[in-house]
């Protein structure tokens, strides 16, 4: 019986990075295209998907919020986050033109990655759900005067002209987009297994105490254990209001001696510590 084929979800279409990067990552793989974040990551987590492929912060736009939020109240661990390298390109139906665009839609990542070419040429924006959605919507209006802002692969698929090529601001335009899986290592499949990076950082999130000085005593004892936090940035819990939870990216892994009495110690200052997974820092998706 032939193997089946990995099932790896994703929010978005065909066309959109976050697509290209399931195929970097699984290229084997049947990807389940999804309308949003938490319908990947449920996928997963009610096992019809074997892993999902989400984007966790941009190097121009910042932390992808919603996924933070999904690893604060969900279950799954992430067992790699790999780079992908962005260009996003000017899309209109054939013939369009800078000059004919007046509206642009797209994701609001990449609306914010394009920032300043926007404000330059006067668009008005419209916040879509995905890149890739976006374009395949100014395919279907087949208006000269509405663009999308996606990748040069999405104006192949959907019948686009590309009308300007890499406009976003930053010229080392790169995504990190995390793999997700679920806890129980007995029913994550081999061909997930192999992509499993070799632990050298963690990702961690913690809630505080509520007295003076908890969040300063939490970061001292993370350092006083030899701990260096790349990332630190704080997140508001969506059910309570004016409470945060603090997201980290530590290097190093806390499956040792010194991770467990670090893990320990914080209890001290920590509502809540939740060990979201491990990766292999700077790891590249194609070239």
């Known amino acids: 019986m032939p193997e089946q084929k990995l099932k790896i979800a994703y929010s978005g279409i065909e066309g959109s990075f976050a697509a290209m990067a399931v195929g970097g990552i699984f290229p084997d793989a049947e990807k389940i295209s999804c309308r949003t974040f938490r319908e990947a990551y449920d996928k997963v987590a009610g096992g019809i998907a074997e892993a999902a492929v ?86 279907n209006r087949d208006d000269v005067t509405v663009g999308a802002i996606a990748s040069s692969e999405t104006a192949k698929l959907y019948g686009l002209s590309i009308l300007q090529y890499d406009i976003n601001e930053s010229s080392q335009n790169v995504t990190r987009f995390a793999v997700f899986a679920r806890k129980d290592g007995s029913t994550v499949s081999e061909g997930v297994q192999k992509v499993r990076q070799t632990p050298k950082n963690t990702i961690m999130i913690f809630t505080i105490r509520d007295f003076a000085g908890a969040l300063a005593r939490a970061i001292s004892i993370i350092g006083k254990h030899n701990y260096n936090m790349r990332v630190i940035r704080s997140r508001p819990v969506k059910d309570v209001n004016w409470q945060y939870y603090f997201y980290t990216e530590i290097e190093g892994v806390l499956d040792s001696e010194e991770g467990w009495r670090m893990l320990e110690q914080l209890k001290t200052a920590c509502e809540k510590i939740k060990v979201i997974g491990t990766y292999t820092p700077d790891e590249r998706i194609g070239k």
């Open 54 to 139: 989400l984007p966790i912060e941009n190097s121009y736009a910042g932390e992808v919020g919603q996924v933070s939020d999904l690893m604060f109240h969900g279950a799954l661990e992430v067992i790699g986050v790999f780079e992908l390298s962005i260009s996003q390109c000017l899309l209109g139906v054939e013939g369009s033109s800078v000059e004919s665009v007046k509206m642009v839609i797209s994701h609001p990542q990449a609306l914010e990655q394009c920032g300043e070419y926007i404000a330059h040429h006067g668009f008005e924006t419209i916040p879509y759900e995905n890149t890739a959605r976006a374009a395949k919507e100014v395919s």
